[in-house]
């Protein structure tokens, strides 16, 4: 598939990758085991109600899952998802005072973990059909959206960022949160370098960034992790092919290069470790091992 066909069936169609996204964290909030278990309440209501059904119902939870997850992702997104929570929660202690969510699908963050006392904005940036399938369910479920939460609509081949975000009252002279969580492997490698280029252009000190990324060896079809092959045809599949990869050691290189100094670098073992693990030593889930997550600060010189 080609860059254009995606994002032509990306203008008319929700993305399907952001829906499975919603279909995980959804699930994973009633499960019972508290390792597996997630805080986002929010999730199962973004859901068509058959889709609610079928989650909440533990039997039919685990059939669904084991049909359409691909190996380990799953237990990925459980682990993801609580890692970002946690560095939301802390936002606001650091200075942070914006967060900018590229590529947000059904993240429910801007509501959950915001608080009006932590003086934080948080803007979402998503094509337009996703974006207005998800308000559309906040709406249809009276779920407030509170001021501080600014949805903004953009066609990133089509519109200019940098005017979209002054049109909605961005500040780029204040600390921010860049979130590009499940987003990098599904750019061509040239707008990756002029995403993290524009951040780093309009950042300031104390600004922080998370993302996630697959290992480039995926994209070569090496199939040297657990769930690679799982995982790659599950994508292409849904017409969401991945196009960007980038090996672990070259992380380093790549953050410098754009102005920012690791804080924490994961792979599945360390995920596993800190969110699947219990305190006898039992690993209760296997992650895919096609990712891992930066947490990032940046400074500038």
């Not at 039997?59 to 084991?66: A, D, G, N, Q």
């Not at 947000?104 to 059909?129: N, S, Y």
């Not at 490698?189 to 309009?202: G, H, N």
């Not at 969110?275 to 500038?300: D, Q």
Request: glycine share 4%; net charge positive; with cysteine.
């Amino acid at each position: 598939m080609t860059k254009s066909d995606k994002n032509q069936r990306i203008k008319h169609k929700t993305s399907r990758t952001a829906e499975m996204t919603c279909v995980s964290r959804a699930a994973s909030f009633y499960e019972k085991n508290p390792l597996l278990q997630s805080a986002d309440y929010l999730a199962p209501k973004l859901l068509p109600k058959w889709v609610y059904f079928l989650i909440k119902n533990r039997f039919l939870r685990k059939i669904l899952l084991r049909l359409f997850a691909p190996h380990g992702i799953y237990e990925y997104v459980i682990s993801r998802t609580k890692f970002i929570d946690e560095i939301f929660k802390s936002a606001s202690q650091k200075g942070i005072k914006q967060v900018l969510i590229f590529g947000a699908g059904f993240d429910t963050r801007g509501i959950r973990l915001i608080r009006p006392e932590d003086q934080i904005k948080v803007f979402e940036l998503d094509v337009p059909k996703t974006q207005r399938a998800k308000i559309s369910q906040y709406r249809k479920r009276n779920i407030l959206v509170p001021d501080h939460l600014v949805f903004i609509p953009i066609n990133f081949n089509e519109d200019s960022l940098e005017n979209k975000l002054k049109l909605n009252g961005f500040d780029w002279n204040i600390p921010t949160l860049f979130l590009l969580e499940g987003v990098l492997m599904y750019l061509q490698p040239a707008a990756v370098d002029f995403t993290f280029s524009t951040i780093k252009k309009y950042a300031v000190n104390k600004s922080e960034i998370i993302f996630d990324y697959i290992h480039k060896s995926v994209l070569d079809g090496e199939y040297l992790y657990y769930g690679e092959e799982n995982i790659v045809d599950t994508v292409k599949k849904a017409k969401e092919e991945w196009h960007f990869g980038i090996e672990s050691r070259n992380i380093n290189p790549f953050l410098e290069n754009y102005g920012f100094k690791i804080i924490t670098h994961l792979n599945s073992e360390d995920l596993e470790g800190r969110f699947l693990t219990t305190e006898s030593g039992e690993l209760i889930g296997k992650i895919n091992a096609t990712h891992c997550i930066v947490h990032a600060s940046y400074m500038k010189h």
